[in-house]
């Protein structure tokens, strides 16, 4: 997540202006247009959520493997269960392709390394929602001493 909001994932040139852009980008964009709650949603559902989720997985999965129960562990679960829904970080770099396609007609259109990392992010999250099994850490958590 770190890498992915780091590095600039496309270089737009549009009439002679050059712009790097970031996943955070569009939503300071959005922002300074005065689009405030929709620029919150997409802060949330692009970084925030996505962030917290993997942040929750990796701590539950922890206390999995160590054999802990670990605090706060069944409401976590809960918490990951609502946050995996609203995680659209895949939604995100399909946007982005698409963008390309769009802007490619309007000028020269050039990916930069940030998108590796978020291509890289995206099938960790895809992977992530589709192998964490809920069902299985709340088990383990009732069988830890």
């Given amino acids: 997540m770190i890498l992915a909001n780091s590095y600039p994932i496309l270089n737009f040139n549009i ?5 790097d852009d970031h996943m955070i980008t569009g ?25 917290l989720h993997l942040l929750v997985v990796w701590y539950l999965s922890a206390a999995c493997i160590l054999n802990q ?6 409401q976590l679960l809960g ?11 895949p939604v995100f ?5 698409l963008s390309v396609v769009k ?7 050039h990916w930069m390394s940030g998108a590796i990392w978020l291509v890289l992010l995206s099938l960790s999250i895809l992977l992530t929602i589709q192998f964490f099994d809920r069902q299985y850490v709340l088990m383990r958590w009732e069988e830890a001493d």
């Fill in 15 to 19: 009439a002679g202006n050059s712009q």
């Fill in 27 to 51: 939503i300071l964009s959005l922002s300074v247009d005065g689009y405030y709650p929709l620029a919150a949603l997409v802060f949330f559902s692009a970084i925030a959520a996505p962030t």
């Fill in 69 to 74: 129960k670990w605090p706060g562990t069944p």
């Fill in 79 to 89: 918490l990951a269960g609502i946050l995996e829904s609203w995680n659209l970080v």
């Fill in 93 to 97: 770099t399909i946007s982005c392709m």
């Fill in 103 to 109: 802007l490619a007609t309007l000028g020269t259109v």
